[in-house]
């Protein structure tokens, strides 16, 4: 065996000891509120940026269409509830979506960037292909008033619990590994940084570094640095 497979086997060892672990804790410590707030109230918290919709994995998990997001628009004109959405509240200067990014994000999309029109409607035909400001304000008072449950995880939440919960009920649609939730659950200047040594060629070159090794080593410094 060489030098390298080595690495792999004992980095492949310890990913799976750590599963291991993080399924280990006490669920009393569990701590999560459920609200109803309006879509407007978390459009609010977007626009001041106190909910965070910048997570790297995001990119895994399937970018949807115009017509993915108009069906969604189109669900909500027509009063079709929305699946629960879950919210890591541990910070409260910045909360974290944990599930429901893309909904999320298509409603920034719609009402606050005004980037796409609708396209595709099944029902509310006649609104085919316009945008939230030509929308009557009927419609847009429809959008915003529209309650929807969140769960928060709320303050108190053991940081190992909170990872749990994360894994749990993501439903990006690919699996997340740990070092993409480590990442995900840590969006700071140091996670960026480290980012950005683990795809230096140089760095590369020295430490001989496949893809899914780098991916590895890169996990590792996010643990070393207690992230």
């Known amino acids: 065996m060489t ?132 929308l009557e304000r009927r419609y847009q008072r429809r959008i915003e008033e529209t309650q929807v449950t969140v769960y928060l995880i709320a303050k108190g939440t053991p940081i190992e619990v909170k990872y749990n919960i994360f894994k749990r009920i993501n439903t990006g649609g690919i699996p997340l590994s740990n070092q993409e939730l480590r990442h995900a659950l840590n969006p700071g200047p140091a996670t960026k940084f480290l980012e950005k040594l683990a795809n230096i060629k140089e760095f590369i070159r020295l430490v001989k570094l496949g893809e899914s090794r780098k991916k590895r080593i890169y996990g590792c410094l996010l643990k070393l640095l207690n992230l």
């Open 3 to 134: 030098e390298a497979d080595t690495l792999d086997t004992e980095l492949l060892d310890e990913e799976e000891l750590e599963e291991k672990r993080t399924f280990n804790y006490d669920p009393e410590k569990i701590n999560i509120v459920t609200k109803e707030p309006t879509i407007d109230i978390l459009l609010r918290r977007i626009d001041e940026k106190t909910l965070n919709l910048a997570f790297d994995f995001s990119r895994k998990a399937g970018i949807w269409n115009i017509e993915a997001k108009s069906r969604l628009i189109e669900s909500i004109l027509i009063r079709i509830p929305l699946p629960a959405f879950y919210i890591d509240a541990t910070n409260e200067e910045e909360w974290l979506v944990v599930d429901g990014l893309q909904r999320l994000s298509t409603l920034k999309q719609f009402v606050i960037d005004k980037s796409f029109n609708l396209t595709g409607l099944e029902y509310l035909i006649e609104l085919e292909g316009k945008t939230y400001d030509e």
